[in-house]
């Protein structure tokens, strides 16, 4: 029986979220432990870039590709989430947002890939994704200047997915929304 909200553990450094009858685990891609040839979610985009880029990507210092597992099978993907740095036009932020802000690019984090397997959809696992890229980049925000979380959204029903969480779209007409990361 799945809780209505997982329940962050802190008992290992990679813990995600923790069920009585499940331990799910996110940690960083590493493709000789990881099956991305085992991964699909239905969307050939996404599924091409797990197999074919996020590891090339991640030497080559574009993006960090993190994956949701089972403790009990690791090397089975049941999603992933890819991070990079990124900015944001200040006039594509939202006016309330704006404010006190100079007049300067916003400093941001992409979350330019979010997926889960078709085998492991509808589990809440783009929930645990969401929250854990979110506790990750407010991690950084500490280190690092970072005002916004932007995502683009490859359709409407993704960015629907997106706003639920307090995602904002940006005011130019895409699919880019953006989670502030702190206080305005």
Not at 16 to 35: F, G, I, N, T
Not at 95 to 122: C, F, H
Not at 147 to 174: I, N, P, Q, W
């Amino acid at each position: 029986m799945r809780p209505s909200s997982p329940t962050p553990s802190s008992t290992r450094p990679s813990l995600a979220w923790c069920r009585p009858d499940l331990v799910l685990v996110v940690e960083q891609l590493r493709p000789k432990r990881h099956d991305r040839d085992g991964f699909a979610c239905g969307e050939p985009t996404l599924d091409t870039y797990l197999r074919q880029q996020a590891a090339q990507h991640h030497r080559a210092g574009i993006s960090t590709t993190h994956v949701l597992v089972d403790d009990t099978g690791p090397a089975r993907i049941l999603g992933y989430y890819s991070l990079s740095a990124a900015q944001l036009l200040l006039t594509e932020l939202q006016e309330a947002d704006r404010k006190r802000l100079p007049n300067y690019p916003v400093p941001a984090i992409r979350m330019g890939r979010l997926a889960v397997s078709t085998s492991a959809q509808v589990k809440g696992h783009g929930d645990t994704l969401v929250a854990h890229a979110v506790a990750r980049c407010l991690g950084l925000r500490a280190q690092l200047s970072v005002r916004v979380l932007l995502v683009d959204a490859l359709h409407e029903k993704a960015a629907c997915f997106y706003r639920a969480y307090g995602f904002r779209d940006t005011s130019a007409d895409t699919q880019s929304l953006y989670l502030p990361l702190g206080p305005p």
